[in-house]
């Protein structure tokens, strides 16, 4: 096997593409505007591409982890939906159900920031 | 955050509005000295304007309806006026209401006055001029909610209240569960959230106060000396003084000042302090925390809401859309509060 790689129409992937457009809006846009709105809103939109890009890079594993770990919690629940009906159900009153589901959406939410908001953790935490 | 307008800027027919219900307000002749758009909140226009009012000049503010509404429990302009004229009749630290649209106003707006200060969020928690300011605001702010919360709530316009038969702190997991059914997403730490919410509802001593709903760093005005005047009444309503108490302590508007628990600027303690040596009833902690914790469910599910505020077409912007994602730091904090309490009573 060589390094080279299928050139379909995923190359440059959407990763590449995010990317691109986020180091273009944070090098060549953002200090060119003078507006304060502007820069503020541009600002956002730049973190944004950001966050994608995070979650993209990672996003499947982290789906799959996430999932399973879902399916390994008390009544085993398939998706969200189902974990929602067990937990008005009580199934998670208990105080094991309920220290195992908090494990979990602790772990679930810690993903969101690692796309959102990587420093919000290291500050919290630390 | 300001953007420079110039003055003539402010539409010709809003100006004609504005000067002929001050005209008709005080029987002088006005005229706009200045205008410059303030970047106000997602529903409302604000504008800083200097009037000439007869032989006077007059620095004001004037806070004016987009049309879009933010929240089906906010209140409407008229009933805004209203509200401050008497919270500051009662002497409450806050804009003084000057001159309103007339009944029936396509877009209704008043024009309160001007106060010193800053109310930048992350300005109050870090500039430099304000470090004396930030030395004493946490004691101030208790002060002042205890003046808010004992404000005649008979010499009031008519606002939200909890429902008949129900707690304010019932009333609110009503509220978050409507807002989760009009969302129409399911996210296990919010159901989570609202069942050990429910089953932990706090003892309420009856108490209905004046709350101003929205009282944290970001909707006030400091200058070197201090609190300069509470702002943005329009989701005042009647309800427990916790709620208010324990708003000003989520995360959030510490601005990442994480260690000053009192909206990144200071200590509870002096925050307590100041609210019972301004009058306030006691403060009972198990009611607090649990206040605490709702101003972080209902916070998160703000932000989605303007989230589907972008999704949904109503107000194309980026900045509202990134706050669904933004909802993560409110939820991850619910999950670890919790946790937190759940391990120290076992």
Same mark, same amino acid.
């Given at each position: 096997?060589?390094?080279?790689?299928? =050139?379909?129409?995923?190359?440059?992937? =959407?990763?590449?593409?995010?990317?691109?457009?986020?180091?273009?809006?944070?090098?060549?846009?953002?200090?060119?505007?003078?507006?304060?709105?502007?820069?503020?809103?541009?600002?956002?939109?730049?973190?944004?591409?950001?966050?994608?890009?995070?979650?993209?890079?990672?996003?499947?594993?982290?789906?799959? =982890?996430?999932?399973?770990?879902?399916?390994?919690?008390?009544?085993?629940?398939?998706?969200? =939906?189902?974990?929602?009906?067990?937990?008005?159900?009580?199934?998670?009153?208990?105080?094991?159900?309920?220290?195992?589901?908090?494990?979990?959406?602790?772990?679930?939410?810690?993903?969101?920031?690692?796309?959102?908001?990587?420093?919000?953790?290291?500050?919290?935490?630390? | 955050?300001?953007?420079?307008?110039?003055?003539?800027?402010?539409?010709?027919?809003?100006?004609?509005?504005?000067?002929?219900?001050?005209?008709?307000?005080? !029987?002088?002749?006005?005229?706009?000295?200045?205008?410059?758009?303030?970047?106000?909140?997602?529903?409302? +226009?604000?504008?800083?304007?200097?009037?000439?009012?007869?032989?006077?000049?007059?620095?004001?503010?004037?806070?004016?309806?987009?049309?879009?509404?933010?929240?089906?429990?906010?209140?409407?302009?008229?009933? +805004? @006026?209203?509200?401050?004229?008497?919270?500051?009749?009662?002497?409450?630290?806050?804009?003084?209401? &000057?001159?309103?649209?007339?009944?029936?106003?396509?877009?209704?707006? @008043?024009?309160?006055?001007?106060?010193?200060?800053?109310?930048?969020?992350?300005?109050?928690?870090?500039?430099?001029?304000?470090?004396?300011?930030?030395?004493?605001?946490?004691?101030?702010?208790?002060?002042?909610?205890?003046?808010?919360?004992?404000?005649?709530?008979?010499?009031?316009?008519?606002?939200?209240?909890?429902?008949?038969?129900?707690?304010?702190?019932?009333?609110?997991?009503?509220?978050?569960?409507?807002?989760?059914?009009?969302?129409?997403?399911?996210?296990?730490?919010?159901?989570?959230?609202?069942?050990?919410?429910?089953?932990?509802?706090?003892? %309420?001593?009856?108490?209905?106060?004046?709350?101003?709903?929205?009282?944290?760093?970001?909707?006030?005005?400091?200058? &070197?000396?201090?609190?300069?005047?509470? #702002?943005?009444?329009?989701?005042?309503?009647?309800?427990?003084?916790?709620?208010?108490?324990? %708003?000003?302590?989520?995360?959030?508007?510490?601005?990442?000042?994480?260690?000053?628990?009192?909206?990144?600027? !200071?200590?509870?303690?002096?925050?307590?302090? !100041?609210?019972?040596?301004?009058? !306030?009833?006691?403060?009972?902690?198990?009611? @607090?925390? %649990?206040?605490?914790?709702?101003?972080? #469910?209902?916070?998160?599910?703000?932000?989605?809401?303007?989230?589907?505020?972008?999704?949904?077409?109503?107000?194309?912007?980026?900045?509202? #859309?990134?706050?669904?994602?933004?909802?993560?730091?409110?939820?991850?904090? #619910?999950?670890?509060?919790?946790?937190?309490?759940?391990?120290?009573?076992?």
């Amino acid at each position: 096997m060589s390094d080279e790689r299928d =050139a379909y129409e995923q190359h440059p992937s =959407a990763l590449d593409l995010i990317d691109a457009a986020r180091e273009h809006l944070a090098t060549r846009v953002l200090p060119a505007i003078t507006d304060p709105r502007l820069r503020f809103e541009t600002l956002v939109a730049t973190h944004v591409l950001g966050v994608a890009s995070r979650e993209l890079s990672r996003g499947p594993e982290m789906a799959a =982890a996430t999932d399973a770990a879902r399916a390994a919690l008390p009544g085993a629940p398939a998706d969200d =939906a189902a974990l929602c009906r067990l937990i008005e159900q009580g199934r998670y009153d208990g105080a094991e159900a309920g220290a195992a589901l908090r494990r979990w959406m602790q772990s679930r939410t810690e993903l969101s920031l690692f796309a959102w908001n990587p420093l919000f953790l290291m500050r919290v935490k630390g | 955050m300001t953007e420079v307008i110039r003055a003539d800027a402010l539409p010709d027919p809003l100006r004609d509005e504005l000067l002929a219900a001050v005209t008709a307000a005080t !029987g002088k002749p006005a005229a706009l000295a200045a205008a410059r758009r303030l970047a106000g909140g997602a529903s409302m +226009e604000s504008w800083s304007l200097d009037l000439r009012v007869g032989d006077d000049t007059e620095a004001l503010v004037l806070r004016r309806d987009m049309g879009a509404n933010m929240s089906a429990y906010a209140l409407d302009r008229a009933t +805004e @006026f209203a509200l401050l004229r008497a919270a500051c009749a009662a002497g409450v630290k806050a804009p003084r209401p &000057r001159y309103q649209s007339a009944p029936g106003a396509a877009k209704a707006w @008043f024009l309160m006055e001007r106060l010193p200060g800053e109310s930048v969020g992350r300005k109050v928690v870090r500039a430099p001029d304000l470090a004396a300011a930030r030395e004493v605001l946490a004691r101030q702010l208790g002060e002042a909610l205890a003046v808010i919360h004992a404000v005649p709530v008979d010499g009031l316009p008519v606002i939200p209240a909890p429902t008949e038969g129900r707690s304010p702190a019932a009333e609110a997991l009503h509220q978050a569960r409507a807002v989760v059914a009009t969302l129409r997403l399911r996210n296990p730490v919010w159901t989570y959230a609202l069942r050990w919410l429910a089953q932990r509802l706090p003892a %309420w001593d009856g108490a209905l106060v004046l709350v101003h709903g929205d009282y944290r760093v970001g909707n006030l005005l400091v200058d &070197r000396a201090g609190l300069a005047g509470v #702002l943005d009444w329009e989701f005042s309503h009647l309800g427990d003084r916790h709620e208010d108490l324990a %708003w000003v302590t989520v995360r959030d508007w510490r601005f990442e000042q994480d260690a000053r628990v009192v909206g990144g600027v !200071g200590s509870l303690d002096d925050y307590l302090a !100041g609210y019972a040596a301004a009058g !306030g009833r006691p403060v009972d902690r198990d009611a @607090f925390v %649990w206040w605490d914790l709702v101003g972080n #469910l209902r916070w998160a599910l703000m932000c989605h809401a303007q989230a589907e505020r972008h999704l949904g077409g109503a107000d194309r912007s980026v900045e509202l #859309l990134s706050l669904g994602r933004k909802a993560a730091e409110m939820e991850w904090e #619910l999950v670890d509060r919790i946790d937190a309490i759940e391990k120290e009573l076992r």
